[in-house]
């Protein structure tokens, strides 16, 4: 496959979902995704790391590298633990990540991920939660993603997801900034 590599599929997910039923109203702390970006209004989000504001400058959202941990991450410190070892084990930066939940019926509807931050970028998707399998299309290729599964894919190539379940499908979705590029992005003096 061109557009998707399984990169684990033996995840324990229970942890994650135990810590995110744990956390009061855990879907209603930012709602700005679906609100702002209309390819994702079918879709909720929990921000774990996001852009920082203040490099924004005169920049699109899409070109700022830099990205620090949301006011609500350190709820969740499972997910973040996770994030941390796992860009560790593959030699990155860890980048923006988020927990999302796609109802039974929703959809992410077809877009390419554009800009100088994506263009640097790998994307990833744990797969928390789906009942009958996540249905993810990259590219011209289909696959249907298994609870425990971590995919990295393509997002720079047209993509969408749809729940096909009858159940909600949750899933940790980051990006990680390999380490041989930290030079192209920050400049020389951030490699060393």
């Not at 993603?145 to 979705?173: C, P, Q, S």
């Amino acid at each position: 496959m061109k557009y998707f590599r399984r990169i684990k599929h033996d995840v324990d997910v229970k942890p994650f979902l135990d810590e995110i039923a744990s956390i009061r109203e855990a879907w209603n702390l930012s709602i700005g995704r679906q609100n702002k970006i209309a390819v994702q209004r079918e879709a909720q989000a929990i921000p774990l790391r996001g852009l920082v504001g203040s490099k924004i400058g005169n920049r699109k959202r899409r070109d700022v590298h830099e990205s620090r941990y949301t006011t609500a991450s350190r709820k969740f410190i499972v997910a973040r633990a996770f994030l941390e070892s796992f860009a560790a084990e593959e030699d990155a930066e860890l980048s923006r990540a988020r927990i999302v939940r796609l109802m039974p019926g929703r959809r992410v509807y077809p877009h390419v991920d554009r800009g100088e931050y994506y263009r640097v970028r790998d994307r990833y998707h744990l797969v928390l939660q789906s009942a009958s399998g996540s249905y993810l299309k990259s590219g011209d290729e289909e696959v249907r993603m298994r609870v425990g599964e971590l995919w990295w894919f393509d997002n720079k190539a047209v993509h969408e997801a749809y729940n096909d379940g009858t159940a909600e499908r949750i899933h940790m979705i980051f990006d990680l900034l390999p380490s041989h590029r930290i030079p192209e992005v920050y400049g020389e003096e951030r490699a060393a």
